[in-house]
C-alpha cells in the first residue's frame, strides 16, 4: 500500500505537524501544551455536539499558538511532505489560513511567501529528499467575517497560474455550522477568475441540504469530505454528475463523531455511486492517523479490492492540481502497482 502513488489533497497545515514538532515548538517557546498533546495523547474527540468541536478547535489553537515564526512555518511545510513522502504520496496539496501566523511574520503576504517559498525548495530536492512534491492551498475561515475571506482570495489570485510555483486552490475551513455559505460566494467568484481550484470543506457536520447549497453558490471543483451527501441520492448524484471530487477523511469522521464507527463511513456507497474520490487525513497531529492509514482502512475495513484501491488513487491525481508530468508518471505508475504479482 505504501507503493501505491497517491496524491494528498487534504491535509491542513498546522493539523499536519508531527506530536514531537509540537512539543518542540512549545519547549523553545516557553508555552505549555493541552496533556492530551503531551503524556495523554493522541487526544480523545467527537464534534457530533458543539462541546465536541469546541474541545476540537482549543486542541487545534493549541498547536497552532506554539508556531511563532518563520523557522516554524518553514519546518511544518518541510515535514509535512517528508512524512507524506514517506507514505507513497507524491503530491501534496497543504491547506494553510495564512491570517494565524501573519503576526509573528509581518502580515498575511509574507506569511503566504514564506510557505511558498519552502514549497519551492521542497519542490527542488523532492527526488533526493524522498518528500511529496507540494501544491499551496490558501483557506478562508467560515468563523471570519465573508470580506476577509474576499482579500485572501484576492491574495490567493495573485499567486494563482504558477503551477506548484504559486498557489493552486482556494478553500474555505472551520465549523460547517457557522456562517452563511452564499456570503462567500464573491470570494469564490475571484478565486474561480484566477483558475484556482476551488475546495470548499462541506457535508462533514451538515447534511446534503448543506451540501447543496455549497456546489450551488461556490461552485466548487473537490469537496473536503462530502461525505454526507450520501444522505440524498440527489446530491450525491449531482456531485457525480458535476464531476465534484470528495476529499474525503475516515479517520477524521470518526475521532470527530461524525460516524460511529469505522465501518460507518460511507465510503463503497460513496465508490459505488462513481464518485471521484481522494482520501485525505485532515488533521494527523489530532486523530494520530495519516494517509497510509486511510488506505489500509478502504482495503479492511470497508473491503475495497486492489483495483477499487487503485481507482482511489487514480482519482487523488486526477483532481488534483499536480503539473502535468507528475499526474501522467503517476497513473503509469499506478498500472504497474496494481499489475505487479501480490
Ligand atoms: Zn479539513
Redesign the pocket.
Known sequence: MRALPKAHL?L?FTGSMRVETVRDMALGHGMRLPDSLRGSYPPRLSAADERGWFRFQRLYDAARHCVRGEADMRRIVREAALDDGAEGSRWLEI?VDPTSYAPFVGGITPAMEIVLDEARSVNATADETGSARVGVLMAASRIRHPLEARTLARLAARYAGRGPEGVVGFGL?NDERRGDTPDFAPAFRIAERAGLALVP?SGELLGPDSVAETLEALRPDRL??GVRSVEDPRVLGAIVEAGVALEV?PG?NVSLGVYREDPDVPLRTLVEAGATIALGA??PLLFASRLLDQYETARTVHGLDDAEIAELARGSFRASRAPREVVDTALADIDAWLSAPA
Do not use: L, T
Request: charged residues 20%; aromatic residues 0%.
Open positions: 487534504h491542513h491547506q475551513s470543506h473536503g469530505h477523511c477524521s485532515d488533521d
